[in-house]
């Protein structure tokens, strides 16, 4: 076992700061200012010990800052070195170095070191507009979207530089760039001042972008047309283009500028997984689904994602999206004590349940006292129709099962199958032999569903342990060697009973079951299309029935027009 790291204590390391000073040691004081520099480059007495550095090194301080130091202690001895050439006249050069420490690190606390320079009588007096643009471009440039995301701070960078060069095009960009990708409240305002005042391609991009990221997609589509005026032969619009008219379900006009993408540039990755998939989508063709799964083999990752969402249901079970398993998840792994907690809106049944399990895999661990500030309108707590059983009765906003606990043999049967990894079809299959060797009753078949069997020991996901097992006993039901009408009615209570993983646990085999008996399928899709028309009703309805019902509708027998228009629904909910 490895000894922690010593804490930083900024009283001593400032201490030593002004002996090194004090005894003309400037080698040494500059070692213990990058310490200081590092806890905190904004702190009154940390600058002041590198203001009397500075004066006192005077320009020999260049050569008595560390090259070569540790990784942790490279950018406060490059923002020292930015520093001191910024008082001795090396105005680019300093900008260049002082903002490879903001990107490198993400660290905009050094944004605030830009803003005195501009403010200091004579340093703009040295610096070329051109050397300003391409710091900022390069700089800008090595950065990921999601590291640039945590750079608010450049924004006033920005207005500050725009002081300097008042209507900048390039420098007006590249902030109308920034502040969308850092969530600036003024993002959009500035896109659409720069759009206005720079007529043309680059104003297009940056509108564009913005609109699209406040969900304007309409908008968004016209202006990245606009763009394409002004650069015709554009690959990079295209593929936005392509992109969004997917998301807002115009497959046709998608594809068309997807194969426009793929005309200029050959194999282009993205416009190549996503012309196959939209084909695929559209006419259903086998052979263009493995054409996906080629693509995917080969490494292409827009190919993988589509792969990921058409699989999922099928030979991939996720656990349905969840704040509470998400604390389950971290209170595990960080082995933390959970004594309140708040959620912003009603969660399922089935998720406290999952919370539970999850819970009850570390030692003398007590259970939370849940709260939630909010209940979703329509009201899941109350069944949608009129049902035979409930899985679930409220007490407040807290559920409990409704029905008695199953006997061994129909707790062990689905235990059984929901210990397998999963496939759909094989489960399926697995259910069917289940189901009819034991003929239980149907109510044993749900009453595992809201009374689980005992977690598997070693079970590496507790909180998903509920879940594959109702989707393991809507299978067992959907399966069973009962007529259709009598399965149709037992799995009709739990698609519109009280909204819990449940609720997708039916979904989910009833999608199977038009696969296995597609003789059923017309009546398995007027079953499941009732779903519809509570797109609205919050967090839980798109986690437990809005987003296993597009994923899992393409796969039913559906009409080509139909197919088209689920697939088009589908985009508009976010997903491929």
Same mark, same amino acid.
């Given at each position: 076992?490895?000894?922690?790291?010593? =804490?930083?204590?900024?009283?001593?390391?400032?201490?030593?700061?002004?002996?090194?000073?004090?005894?003309?040691?400037?080698?040494?004081?500059?070692?213990?200012?990058?310490?200081?520099?590092?806890?905190?480059?904004?702190?009154?007495?940390?600058?002041?010990?590198?203001?009397?550095?500075?004066?006192?090194? *005077?320009?020999?301080?260049?050569? @008595?800052?560390?090259?070569?130091?540790?990784?942790?202690?490279?950018?406060?001895?490059?923002?020292?070195?930015?520093?001191?050439?910024?008082?001795?006249?090396?105005? /680019?050069?300093?900008?260049?170095?002082?903002?490879?420490?903001?990107?490198?690190?993400?660290?905009?606390?050094?944004?605030?070191? $830009? &803003?005195?320079?501009?403010?200091?009588?004579?340093?703009?007096?040295?610096?070329?507009?051109?050397?300003?643009?391409?710091?900022?471009?390069?700089?800008?440039?090595?950065?990921?979207?999601?590291?640039?995301?945590?750079?608010?701070?450049?924004? =006033?960078?920005?207005?500050?530089?725009?002081?300097?060069?008042?209507? #900048?095009?390039?420098?007006?960009?590249?902030?109308?760039?920034?502040?969308?990708?850092? *969530?600036?409240?003024?993002?959009?305002?500035?896109?659409?001042?720069?759009?206005?005042?720079?007529? *043309?391609?680059?104003?297009?991009?940056?509108?564009?972008?913005?609109?699209?990221?406040?969900?304007?997609?309409?908008?968004?589509?016209? %202006?990245?047309?606009?763009?394409?005026?002004?650069?015709?032969?554009?690959?990079?619009?295209?593929?936005?283009?392509?992109?969004?008219? #997917?998301?807002?379900?115009?497959?046709?006009?998608?594809?068309?500028?997807?194969?426009?993408?793929?005309?200029?540039?050959?194999?282009?990755?993205?416009?190549?997984?996503?012309?196959?998939?939209?084909?695929?989508?559209?006419? *259903?063709?086998?052979? @263009?689904?493995? !054409?996906?799964?080629?693509?995917?083999?080969?490494?292409?990752?827009?190919?993988?994602?589509? @792969?990921?969402?058409?699989?999922?249901?099928?030979?991939?079970?996720?656990?349905?999206?969840?704040?509470?398993?998400?604390?389950?998840?971290?209170?595990?792994?960080?082995?933390?004590?959970?004594?309140?907690?708040?959620?912003?809106?009603?969660?399922?049944?089935?998720?406290?349940?999952?919370?539970?399990?999850?819970?009850?895999?570390?030692?003398?661990?007590?259970?939370?006292?849940?709260?939630?500030?909010?209940?979703?309108?329509? /009201?899941?707590?109350?069944?949608?129709?009129?049902?035979?059983?409930?899985?679930?009765?409220?007490?407040?906003?807290?559920?409990?099962?409704?029905?008695?606990?199953?006997?061994?043999? $129909?707790?062990?049967?689905?235990?059984?199958?929901?210990?397998?990894?999963?496939?759909?079809?094989?489960? =399926?299959?697995?259910?069917?032999?289940?189901?009819?060797?034991?003929?239980?009753?149907?109510?044993?078949?749900?009453?595992?569903?809201?009374?689980?069997?005992?977690?598997?020991?070693?079970?590496?996901?507790?909180?998903?342990?509920?879940?594959?097992?109702?989707?393991?006993?809507?299978?067992?039901?959907?399966?069973?060697?009962?007529?259709?009408?009598?399965?149709?009615?037992? $799995?009709?209570?739990?698609?519109?009973?009280?909204?819990?993983?449940?609720?997708?646990?039916?979904?989910?085999?009833?999608?199977? @079951?038009?696969? /296995? !008996?597609?003789?059923?399928?017309?009546?398995?899709? &007027?079953?499941?299309?009732?779903?519809?028309?509570?797109?609205?009703?919050?967090?839980?309805?798109?986690?437990?029935?809005?987003?296993?019902?597009?994923?899992?509708?393409?796969?039913?027998?559906?009409?080509?027009?139909?197919?088209?228009? %689920?697939?088009?629904?589908?985009?508009?909910?976010?997903?491929?």
């Amino acid at each position: 076992m490895t000894d922690s790291p010593p =804490s930083f204590n900024q009283e001593q390391v400032l201490s030593e700061t002004k002996k090194a000073l004090l005894e003309e040691d400037w080698r040494e004081a500059v070692n213990h200012l990058s310490q200081l520099i590092d806890d905190d480059p904004n702190h009154p007495e940390n600058l002041a010990c590198l203001e009397e550095w500075m004066n006192k090194a *005077g320009p020999m301080g260049l050569d @008595l800052i560390p090259v070569f130091v540790d990784e942790g202690l490279f950018a406060p001895t490059t923002a020292i070195r930015a520093e001191l050439m910024s008082r001795l006249g090396f105005c /680019d050069g300093s900008l260049e170095l002082i903002l490879q420490v903001i990107c490198s690190r993400q660290d905009d606390r050094y944004c605030q070191w $830009i &803003l005195d320079w501009f403010d200091r009588i004579g340093w703009t007096e040295g610096l070329r507009v051109a050397e300003l643009v391409k710091s900022f471009e390069r700089s800008l440039g090595s950065l990921r979207e999601s590291e640039l995301s945590a750079l608010s701070g450049l924004i =006033s960078v920005f207005d500050r530089a725009l002081d300097f060069v008042p209507d #900048h095009d390039r420098l007006s960009y590249l902030r109308a760039i920034v502040a969308r990708r850092v *969530g600036d409240e003024r993002a959009f305002d500035l896109a659409q001042e720069y759009h206005s005042e720079f007529p *043309g391609y680059w104003g297009c991009v940056a509108l564009g972008g913005v609109l699209r990221e406040k969900g304007e997609l309409e908008e968004a589509i016209n %202006i990245y047309r606009e763009g394409l005026d002004y650069e015709p032969e554009d690959i990079g619009l295209r593929l936005d283009l392509g992109d969004l008219l #997917h998301d807002v379900g115009d497959l046709e006009n998608s594809l068309d500028a997807y194969e426009e993408a793929l005309e200029r540039k050959p194999g282009e990755p993205w416009a190549t997984a996503s012309v196959t998939f939209i084909r695929y989508a559209l006419a *259903g063709e086998l052979g @263009l689904r493995y !054409e996906l799964d080629d693509l995917a083999k080969g490494g292409n990752r827009r190919a993988l994602r589509f @792969l990921f969402w058409l699989e999922t249901y099928r030979s991939h079970l996720p656990t349905p999206n969840s704040s509470i398993v998400a604390v389950a998840m971290h209170a595990i792994e960080k082995r933390v004590e959970i004594e309140n907690l708040s959620v912003s809106s009603l969660e399922p049944p089935s998720a406290i349940m999952a919370l539970d399990y999850a819970l009850g895999t570390i030692p003398s661990r007590s259970f939370p006292k849940l709260s939630f500030t909010e209940i979703p309108d329509p /009201d899941p707590r109350k069944a949608r129709k009129l049902t035979r059983y409930s899985l679930w009765v409220y007490k407040g906003m807290v559920a409990r099962p409704a029905m008695d606990p199953p006997s061994r043999k $129909i707790a062990n049967a689905v235990s059984e199958i929901a210990k397998t990894p999963f496939d759909a079809a094989r489960w =399926s299959e697995m259910a069917r032999l289940q189901a009819n060797r034991l003929r239980g009753l149907e109510q044993e078949f749900l009453a595992v569903m809201c009374q689980p069997p005992t977690l598997p020991e070693g079970d590496e996901e507790p909180w998903s342990w509920p879940f594959r097992v109702q989707v393991a006993a809507a299978l067992m039901i959907t399966r069973s060697s009962q007529s259709w009408a009598s399965r149709r009615k037992t $799995i009709r209570d739990l698609l519109f009973g009280i909204v819990d993983w449940t609720t997708t646990a039916a979904i989910v085999a009833l999608t199977q @079951l038009s696969e /296995d !008996e597609p003789e059923l399928g017309h009546e398995i899709f &007027l079953d499941l299309i009732e779903l519809f028309g509570e797109e609205e009703a919050g967090p839980i309805w798109y986690q437990c029935v809005l987003f296993p019902l597009f994923q899992c509708l393409p796969r039913l027998p559906l009409p080509e027009e139909l197919r088209t228009i %689920i697939v088009g629904l589908r985009a508009r909910a976010g997903l491929p």
